[in-house]
C-alpha cells in the first residue's frame, strides 16, 4: 500500500496551506461549469446523430430483367383504345403488352365526350400553323423550274399551307397547255394579287366566312415528273382543287369546265361554300372517358422506352389516331421490386425516398394537335446497406412536350437509361464512440486549465496592486 501511495499523481494540499476564496475565484468557477455543460451537450448532440454516407462502385447488379412499375390515367383515351409498348436498345419491340396490365375506365364527371368532324380537325390545325417568312414564300411559289431559287421539296407541305390550293399541271412540249398559260396566269395573278388595282376577291365558305387561306399555283410535269406522277396526273392540262386533308391521301376536286377566268373562279366559289373552315372549333374531348394503366413489365437492364398510345379496338371503328390525345397523369413510377421497406414512408432518408418515384401525382398535360409528353429518366441502382442491404434504383426525371408528325401516332414515352454505377448507402453515428469520450475529457480539462491560469493571472494582478498601494502609502 505504501508503493501505491507513492506513486499517486492526485495529492491534495491540506486545507490550512490554501489560501481563501475569492469572489473572481467563484466566477470562474461557475463560469468554466456552464462552459463545460453547453460544450458537453453539444458533443453528445453530435454523437446522437446520425449520418448517412454514399460511395459509388462499378455496378454489381447481375440480373438480366429489370421491372417498371406504373401507375399512369390518360384523361382523353378509352381502354379499349389504350396499347402498352416496350422497346429497347437490344432491338425487342412489344406491342399491346396485356400480361400483369390491368385498365380501369375513368368518367368524366358525367360528360360526355364528342368525336372531331373532319372540317373541326381542319379548322384547328389552320389555326395552331405556324409558318416562318421563309416557308410561306417557298409554299406560295409557283413550281415552273427546278433551277429557281426555291427547293420545291415537298409537294404535301404546300397543300397543308393553304385552306384551298388550286392548281395548273402542265407540260412545256403540250401545245393545248401553252394556250391556256395565259389564261391561267391571269387567274392566278386575279386571285393571289387582284387586279387593276383593287383587292383579291372574297371566297366565302359554308359558314359565311371570307378564306383567305387560298393560293393558285401550277405545275410543269417535265422538271417535276415524281410529283404528277405521285398524284396520278394522266393528261395535260389538268386542273384540280386542293384542300387539306386529315388522311394520308390528298383530297381533290378535279376542274372539268370552260378554260376561262369567270368559270374558273365560279367554280372556286362553288366548291369553298361547301367547307366549314371558319366554325369557331376548339379543342374538346373526344370519348366520354380515360383509362387508368397500372401493373408492370419486365425488360431488359439495359437504354429502352416504355410508351402509351392509341391502337384501333377492332375493325368496325376505325380510330384516326394521329389526332388522339396522350395527356396523362402519372400516379406512380418506380423501377425494380417494391420491398416494404420502400413502402413505408419516412423509413428511408428523404433525401433517397423522392428519388425513388420522382413522378407520382404529376400531371402532363397537352392542348394542341401532333404533340405528346415526352420523359428522360437516368435511372442509378441503389443499395442501402444499414437498411438490410435492400436494393432500390433513384431517378432523375426530365420531361418536354415534343412536337409529333402528322401522320404519325402520338405516344406518351418513358425513356429511361441506367447508370453503370451503383450508389452504396449506409447509417452511421457522425461521432465515434473513443472521439466522444476523449472530446468530453478535453473539455473538462481544458475548461479548467485555461480558467486556472486566468484566475493565477488575476490574483498576481492583485497582489502586484496591493503592493504598490502599500509603498505609497
Known sequence: MGFL??????RTIPKDFCESGTNHGAFLTLAAACLCTILFGCELNAFLTVVTRTRIVM?????????????????????????VGVWDSFGSDRLNITKNVQKQKIDHEGKAGDAYTEDELLEIESQELALTEEEKVEYDADWSSSSDNFKHDSFQSVIEAHDMTMLLFYADWCAPCMAFKPTWNKFEDWVNKGKNGQAAPEVIDADGKTITGIRVLKIN???????????????????????????????????????????????????????????????HSMFKEGCRVRGFVEVARVPGTLHFEAKSADQKTMLNSAFTNVSHEVHHLSFGEETPVLKVSGSLPKEYQRHISPLDEKNFAVDMFHQAPHHYIKVVSTTFESWG???????????????????????????????????????????????????ALAIVGGTYTVMGLMSGAFNMASRQFKSNMGKLS
Request: charged share 30%; glycine share 2%.
Open 5 to 10: 501511495q507513492k506513486v499517486d499523481a492526485f
Open 59 to 83: 455496378d454489381s447488379n447481375q440480373d438480366e430483367l429489370l421491372k417498371i412499375n406504373f401507375d399512369v390515367t390518360l384523361h382523353d383515351l378509352p381502354c379499349s383504345y389504350v396499347s
Open 221 to 283: 410535269c417535265v422538271e417535276f415528273k415524281q410529283v404528277c406522277y405521285d398524284e396520278s396526273i394522266q393528261s395535260f392540262p389538268s386542273v384540280r382543287l386542293y384542300r387539306r386533308s386529315v388522311g394520308k391521301q390528298n383530297h381533290y376536286v378535279a376542274y372539268e369546265g370552260k378554260r376561262s377566268e369567270d368559270a374558273l373562279f365560279d367554280f372556286l366559289k362553288t366548291e369553298a361554300k361547301k367547307r366549314h373552315l371558319h366554325s369557331g372549333a376548339k379543342h
Open 389 to 439: 442491404g435492400v436494393r432500390s434504383y433513384q431517378m432523375t426525371h426530365q420531361h418536354r412536350i415534343a412536337n409529333i408528325n402528322k401522320k404519325t401516332v402520338p405516344q406518351a414515352k418513358f425513356s429511361y437509361d441506367l447508370a453503370p454505377v451503383e450508389v452504396i448507402v449506409t447509417s452511421e453515428r457522425k461521432k465515434k464512440w473513443y472521439d466522444f469520450f476523449t472530446s
